[in-house]
């Protein structure tokens, strides 16, 4: 089975250099690294993790084409390819609409953004002269003084209808948000498979990745609360909310929104229940989420990312449940 590691960037980079080296010793394909606003960044920590692996590819997740212009996207993954060739990919994404205005981005005319954006990327990252001129960005001439010795795959973040078709359509794959039940994830697909018949392609030309929040222990209460603190953090968004009512369970988003706002993770972990956790997660003993991984792979993921929760021992037993995959 294919799968990747995902960091969210809420613990040390420390911590998650010791976890990119077991999972690059365990065989996992990728290391995928969440780009949240006020935490660790996503693209310095994507080379740490490259200069401290030998195989697994490293992907920096989403580049935001409201934090990062198309050229600083492109000479940053140009030198990351530099210095390991052939092990990294891109995502490209709006972000977090909620943590961009904290820090005075608006979120405006995604799709439109979004596609100008990938096009502008993959130009420039081909060591073109790039002369774009969109609604959105402007480009006047400029050509990478450099360019990577292979392809770079660009994935897309989607979660909503409209945005999955796009990925579709101009992605080379396509990433899940973190929290989506695996009936959403079906629906998903069926949106994502919209936009590559559009694009003329077929579905299976669109790699179907997903982090899955993920929570190993023999003690299910321990696991059940490591899940709740992240689960807190993106459902407080309600761009989720179709997402949760496919998994059967109710969130109250303005109070998770102000929890969160105060940084209040306790309070937060209160607002989201046992059952959203289950319907949400990889969560519980360790054939428990064996069992429930194959449930995300049959909704439609090719590429499984899990996501770990808890502290760093907690965190490591999530790398050697894949180790046995």
């Known amino acids: ?138 480009i006047n001439g400029a050509k990478m003084g450099f360019k990577p010795s292979s392809p770079i795959r660009i994935y897309m973040t989607a979660v909503k209808p409209k945005m999955l078709a796009l990925a579709g359509e101009i992605g080379d794959g396509v990433l899940l948000s973190a929290g989506c039940a695996p009936k959403y994830i079906a629906q998903c697909v069926g949106e994502i498979g919209k ?6 392609k077929s579905l299976r030309q669109s790699d179907i990745a997903g982090f899955i929040t993920t929570s190993v222990s023999e003690n299910a209460r321990e696991a059940i609360e490591a899940s709740k603190t992240f689960l807190a953090y993106i459902f407080r968004n309600r761009h989720h909310e179709e997402n949760i009512r496919m998994g059967g369970g109710r969130v109250d988003h303005e109070s998770l929104a102000a929890a969160i706002g105060r940084r209040d ?18 969560t519980g003993t360790p054939s428990e989420c064996r069992k429930r991984l194959e449930e995300f792979v049959q909704g439609g993921l090719d590429l499984p990312i899990l996501l770990p929760m808890g502290t760093q021992e907690a965190r490591k037993r999530v790398v050697e449940l894949a180790r046995g995959l």
């Open 195 to 200: 936009g590559a018949e559009r694009a003329g």
């Open 1 to 138: 089975m294919r799968l990747g590691l995902c960091f969210d960037g809420f613990y040390s980079i420390n911590e998650m250099v010791e976890l990119a080296r077991l999972a690059d010793e365990a065989g996992l394909e990728s290391i995928w690294m969440s780009d949240h606003i006020c935490f660790r960044d996503s693209l310095t920590s994507a080379m740490a993790f490259l200069t401290t692996t030998k195989r697994i590819a490293v992907v920096p997740a989403p580049l935001s084409p409201y934090s990062r212009p198309p050229i600083v996207s492109a000479m940053a993954l140009a030198t990351m390819e530099e210095m390991a060739r052939g092990r990294v990919a891109a995502t490209v994404g709006t972000g977090n609409p909620m943590a961009l205005e904290e820090v005075g981005i608006k979120v405006t005319r995604p799709l439109r953004t979004m596609r100008e954006y990938v096009q502008a990327l993959r130009s420039l990252l081909g060591g073109e002269t790039v002369q774009f001129h969109g609604q959105v960005f402007n």
């Open 265 to 282: 993770w306790e309070g937060a972990k209160k607002l989201i229940s046992d059952e959203v956790v289950f319907a949400h997660s990889i």
